[in-house]
Nanobody, 125 residues
Framework: QVQLVESGGGLVQAGGSLSLSCAAS????????MGWFRQAPGKEREGVSC????????YYADSVKGRFTISRDDDESMVYLQMNNLKPEDTAVYYC??????????????????WGHGIQVTVSS
């Protein structure tokens, strides 16, 4: 069982930056692929980024490439999402998620086994 808790959200102006953190419980954190998803009002949940176990691979949605950076610290059981040059369309609830059998589709929410409760990110224009 893995519990995930996000932190670091808030309100920022367009062009600004925020850093999200996700703290995970459990001793086997390193074996999980860790992803960030987001869901805006009236829209489906979408994959933002993912770091595979041991950070061998990192994936990003086209909409955030070059602006967002995912990283993980397996010793601390933490995963981070650095978000730069934020845009109003980045406004959403952001979720941290863990998967033990991700396969090739990192942005398929159904592949993730554990989810955080989510944290609000609001970007004003």
């Amino acid at each position: 069982q893995v519990q995930l808790v996000e932190s670091g959200g808030g309100l920022v102006q367009a062009g600004g930056s925020l850093s999200l953190s996700c703290a995970a419980s459990g001793r086997t954190f390193s074996i999980y692929a860790m992803g960030w998803f987001r869901q805006a009002p009236g829209k489906e949940r979408e994959g933002v980024s993912c770091a595979s176990s041991s950070e061998l691979s990192k994936y990003y949605a086209d909409s955030v490439k070059g602006r967002f950076t995912i990283s993980r610290d397996d010793d601390e059981s933490m995963v981070y999402l650095q978000m730069n040059n934020l845009k109003p369309e980045d406004t959403a609830v952001y979720y941290c998620a863990a998967s033990w059998a991700l396969g090739s589709t990192w942005d398929n929410a159904a592949k993730y086994n554990y989810w955080g409760h989510g944290i609000q990110v609001t970007v004003s224009s």
